[in-house]
C-alpha cells in the first residue's frame, strides 16, 4: 500500500491515472465470459500394423486405415473451421496402432460431448454397399439423435444408400469404443471397400469430402440442437 501511496503522491497529477486505467484496461481484454466448449472426438478406425478391411489393389487403392484417416482430417478441420467454439481431437492424426482401450480413454478423459470413430466395411457379398451406423443403445436419446442425423445426412445423397442404425441388440455383440465411451458414441461405416464402385468411391478426394461434409452437418446438427 505505502508503495502505491508514494507513486501516487510522487506523480505528476495527469500522470496519476495512468497506472489505474492501464490496469483496467488490461482486465476488460482479459475478461471474457467463460464459455464450455464443444468437444468432438473423432477415431479413425484401425492404423499401424492393423490395416483393417484391405485394398483389392494396392497400387490403385488405399487400406481402411487410410481411407478412415484422410476423411477423418477433413471432417477434422470442416469443424475446426465452420463450427464455432468446438474442439476437435483426433485419436491419431498418423498411421500409427492404437488399442481400442487408449481409444476410448483419449475420449474419456477429454470429456467429449460426442465420439465418432470411422470405419469402412466388407463383405465377401460383393453387390452389398452403402453406409452403415452402430451405436450401443438405441435408447440412449443423445446417441439416437446424433445417429439419426447422420443417416439422414447420408440418405440425402442417395448413392450412399445408409442401412441405417444399428445397436448391441440388433447387432448380437458389443463394440468396444461403444460401450466403454462415457459420450454419445456412434461408429460410423462409411461404405464398403468389398463394393467395387464403392471403394473406387472412398479412394477418391471427391467421395471422401462428400462423406466428410455430411458427418460436418449431422455434428452441427447435433449442436444446435442440444444447444452446445
Ligand atoms: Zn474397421
Same mark, same amino acid.
Given at each position: %500500500? ?19 486505467? %492501464? =490496469? ?6 482479459s ?11 473423432? /477415431?479413425?478406425?484401425?492404423g499401424g500394423? /492393423?490395416?483393417?478391411?484391405? *485394398? @483389392?489393389? +494396392? ?9 478412415? &484417416? ?9 469443424? #475446426?473451421?465452420?463450427? $464455432?467454439? +468446438?474442439?476437435?481431437? =483426433? +485419436?491419431?492424426? @498418423? ?6 482401450e487408449?481409444?476410448?480413454?483419449? *475420449?474419456?478423459?477429454?470429456? #467429449?460431448?460426442i465420439? =465418432?470413430?470411422?470405419?469402412?466395411n466388407?463383405? $465377401? ?5 452403402? +453406409?452403415q451406423l !452402430?451405436l450401443? /443403445? ?7 439423435? &446424433?445417429a439419426?442425423? =447422420? ?6 445423397k *442417395? ?5 441405417? &442404425?444399428q445397436d448391441?441388440?440388433?447387432?448380437? !455383440?458389443? &463394440? ?6 462415457? %459420450? ?21 478426394? !471427391?467421395?471422401? #469430402?462428400?462423406?466428410?461434409?455430411a ?7 447435433y449442436? *444446435?440442437?442440444?444447444? %452446445?
Amino acid at each position: %500500500m505505502l508503495v502505491v501511496k508514494k507513486f501516487w503522491a510522487a506523480s505528476p497529477k495527469p500522470f496519476r491515472w495512468i497506472f489505474p486505467c %492501464m =490496469l483496467l484496461a488490461f482486465l476488460l481484454i482479459s475478461w471474457q465470459p467463460v464459455q464450455k466448449k464443444f468437444v468432438v472426438v473423432i /477415431d479413425p478406425g484401425h492404423g499401424g500394423k /492393423d490395416p483393417g478391411a484391405e *485394398a @483389392s489393389n +494396392t497400387k490403385k487403392y488405399d487400406h481402411e486405415k487410410d481411407i478412415c &484417416l484422410k476423411v477423418s482430417i477433413k471432417l477434422a478441420d470442416y469443424l #475446426a473451421e465452420r463450427l $464455432p467454439n +468446438t474442439k476437435v481431437i =483426433l +485419436t491419431r492424426s @498418423s498411421d500409427k496402432f492404437l488399442s481400442l482401450e487408449e481409444r476410448v480413454f483419449i *475420449a474419456n478423459a477429454a470429456k #467429449a460431448n460426442i465420439f =465418432l470413430s470411422i470405419h469402412c466395411n466388407s463383405n $465377401p457379398i460383393r453387390s452389398i454397399h452403402g +453406409t452403415q451406423l !452402430h451405436l450401443h /443403445d438405441k435408447a440412449s436419446k443423445e446417441s439416437n439423435f &446424433l445417429a439419426k442425423s =447422420l443417416d439422414a445426412e447420408f440418405n440425402k445423397k *442417395a448413392r450412399r444408400n445408409s442401412k441405417g &442404425l444399428q445397436d448391441s441388440r440388433s447387432r448380437g !455383440h458389443d &463394440l468396444y469404443v461403444l460401450q466403454y465411451s462415457e %459420450m454419445p458414441a456412434v461408429l460410423v461405416e462409411i461404405g464398403f471397400l468389398s463394393n467395387q464402385e464403392e471403394e473406387k468411391y472412398l479412394n477418391s478426394d !471427391h467421395g471422401q #469430402a462428400v462423406i466428410a461434409s455430411a458427418m460436418f452437418r449431422a455434428v452441427r446438427t447435433y449442436k *444446435a440442437h442440444y444447444k %452446445m
